[in-house]
């Protein structure tokens, strides 16, 4: 027997005055989309199912139901867009109220997570705290469930975004371990748009090399592809060749910076994602400009730093941190001064951060290449990077921070 296709299911019931039946299945027609990464037309059957959810006679279900639309529009334009994405976070504001008007638990927690993914993406520190403080106490409300994972994820990314190496390389090192596949993939469709285990796999890489332990964080990587072989996630694929580009680019070894980034190319354009594809052109500029600040390369950075430093964010100010490289490479200590000025003044609190340190040693040397005389601001912006690194547990930078201080006499 013939199954009727959702959105014209949805459509009729509509018309019969069946608004909860139709609402549903406008849902059911956008989790079909979703399937297919046809995002835009996920996005317009979950409008069509807001719709139908504000016809539903009785309070208490139209608000349930509206609140499960909220909640799948807040995930499917982080998908779509990345979780800098505005119409996302206002989604999860709308869903977040009716959870705790409707002692929601388990939809507070979904809400909450989106909006700490969001405060940290943006740089705001003190709220994506908050939200993780949140997130501890509707956890602790919850029975015994997978959720205590997705808190776990948080407790990794939190310190992540702000820079706590220590708390990273444990955080992320027991996600590793409590990892299941069969029982967390899931939450790849609801939490951030990617596997929590492939995350806690990345994290790790990055911050053992942060850590000074780069020749451990190549295996680690090749675990994390090893699992985006069995999960058939393409977002999931997308996401983790973005780390491994970013990874190597930070690490030196550029032949693998780009093999990574032609591959999440590859991913973009396959999947119709065009974000990644920008941020793939910009490590593909970044790499050439490591050999030898080709002037088209640096013009290349430019044209997509925006989308990777704003829309992208996963990797906090570095992004800014290659530009600024860049830019004073070529002789432009001046342009290179005003980015690492405008990643100061984008961060709510400057000194916390995975890349703070070296925004700050970068800081340090540019205030010199612009003018000699500039002892003082050098010295203090390059003892703040030391202090931050050293309180961060981040090795490698605060290596090159007391070795710049030692390079311009200021140790």
């Not at 808190?151 to 027991?174: C, D, K, V």
């Not at 340090?364 to 030391?386: F, R």
Request: charged share 25%; proline share 3%; aromatic share 8%.
């Amino acid at each position: 027997q013939a199954t009727v296709e959702p959105g014209l299911l949805a459509h009729h019931l509509g018309r019969a005055g069946e608004a909860k039946e139709a609402c549903r299945s406008w849902v059911a027609a956008a989790d079909d989309a979703g399937r297919k990464l046809a995002f835009a037309e996920a996005l317009a059957n979950l409008k069509s199912a807001l719709a139908a959810a504000g016809a539903i006679a009785d309070e208490k279900e139209r608000k349930a139901e509206i609140l499960e639309v909220q909640l799948k529009l807040g995930a499917t334009h982080i998908l779509r867009a990345g979780p800098s994405s505005d119409e996302g976070a206002a989604a999860f504001r709308e869903a977040h109220a009716l959870a705790e008007e409707l002692h929601a638990d388990p939809q507070q927690f979904q809400a909450a997570w989106g909006l700490y993914l969001k405060a940290a993406r943006s740089r705001k520190f003190e709220e994506a705290k908050a939200r993780t403080e949140e997130l501890h106490s509707v956890s602790a409300r919850l029975p015994a469930s997978d959720l205590e994972f997705e808190s776990l994820h948080n407790q990794w990314g939190i310190a992540y975004f702000t820079g706590q190496n220590t708390a990273m390389l444990e955080r992320s090192a027991e996600g590793m371990r409590r990892y299941e596949r069969e029982r967390h993939h899931r939450f790849s469709y609801v939490f951030g748009g990617h596997d929590p285990g492939v995350c806690s796999h990345c994290v790790q890489a990055t911050s053992l090399a942060i850590a000074g332990r780069g020749n451990e964080a190549t295996p680690v990587l090749d675990a994390a592809f090893a699992l985006v072989d069995t999960l058939g996630h393409p977002l999931t694929l997308a996401f983790t060749h973005g780390n491994a580009t970013c990874f190597y680019e930070l690490v030196g070894d550029l032949t693998r910076c780009t093999t990574h980034a032609h591959e999440l190319a590859k991913a973009a354009a396959k999947y119709d994602y065009p974000l990644f594809g920008k941020v793939s052109a910009f490590f593909l500029a970044a790499a050439r400009v490591r050999e030898n600040a080709d002037p088209a390369a640096v013009a290349q950075l430019e044209s997509h730093f925006e989308a990777t430093y704003v829309d992208y964010g996963y990797i906090g100010v570095y992004p800014g941190i290659i530009l600024a490289g860049a830019l004073r490479a070529s002789g432009r200590p001046a342009e290179a001064m005003k980015v690492i000025e405008r990643l100061i003044a984008d961060t709510a609190t400057p000194e916390i951060g995975i890349f703070a340190s070296e925004t700050w040693r970068m800081r340090g040397e540019l205030a010199l290449a612009i003018s000699a005389d500039a002892i003082v601001q050098a010295k203090k912006d390059l003892q703040t990077a030391v202090r931050i690194a050293s309180a961060q547990g981040a090795v490698i930078y605060e290596a090159s921070a007391r070795a710049s201080l030692q390079k311009y006499g200021l140790a």
